[in-house]
C-alpha cells in the first residue's frame, strides 16, 4: 500500500472516532501562520453555556503513515488538551523502541478488525496540558482556518465547507 493510501486510510478511521466523540470536528486546521493539525475535535466541558465552553477540551490528531513521514519535519504539533499520533502498527512500536514518541501524546493504531486503539500512553495526566492557545482561539481556527468542519449532532453530520 502507497504512503498516500495508508495516509487516506488512517485519516478516514480518525474521522470517523472523532465524529463519534467529539461536538466540533475539524480537518487541516492552521493553529499559527506556521504550524498546521491534521485533525482538531473540541468537546464542551459542564455547567453552564459559558463554562462549557471555558472548560471544553480540545484534540489535536496527527496522522503519520511511516518514518520518512514522521520525520518529515511537517505536522508534529501537539498543541492540545489531548494529542493524538495515529499510525500503523508497527511505525508506532519502531518510534517507541527508538525513543522517538513525543512526550504527551497518544499513539492510536488499527487493531486486527480496523478500529483504532490506544496503544502507547505518554499523554501527561496531573501534569496539565499542552494547549498553549485560548479556547476562542482554537475553535476561531477550527470555524476559519480549517479545510472542512463538522457539527456533529447525536449522530447527525453536518459538513460545512469554505
Not at 453555556?49 to 472548560?55: D, G, I, Q, S, Y
Amino acid at each position: 500500500m502507497s504512503r498516500k493510501d495508508v495516509t487516506k486510510e488512517l485519516s478516514e478511521k480518525v474521522e470517523k472516532k472523532l465524529r463519534r466523540r467529539f461536538a466540533l470536528v475539524a480537518r487541516e486546521v492552521w493553529v499559527d501562520p506556521d504550524h498546521r493539525v491534521d485533525f482538531m475535535a473540541f468537546s464542551p466541558g459542564v455547567g453552564g453555556r459559558n463554562m462549557k465552553l471555558e472548560h471544553g477540551r480540545f484534540v489535536f490528531v496527527e496522522v503519520k503513515s511511516c518514518m520518512a513521514d514522521f520525520k518529515s519535519g511537517y505536522g508534529l504539533t501537539f498543541r492540545g488538551d489531548d494529542n493524538w499520533l495515529v499510525c500503523p502498527r508497527d511505525l508506532a512500536d519502531e518510534l517507541h523502541d527508538k525513543m522517538l514518541l513525543p512526550l504527551g501524546v497518544q499513539v492510536y493504531c488499527p487493531d486486527n478488525g480496523g478500529s483504532l486503539r490506544l496503544r502507547y500512553d505518554l499523554s501527561m495526566r496531573g501534569a496539565g496540558s499542552l494547549r498553549e492557545d485560548s479556547t476562542l482561539c482554537l475553535l476561531w481556527a477550527m470555524l476559519m482556518d480549517s479545510y472542512t468542519r463538522w457539527r456533529t449532532t447525536g449522530g447527525l453530520f453536518i459538513e460545512a465547507s469554505d
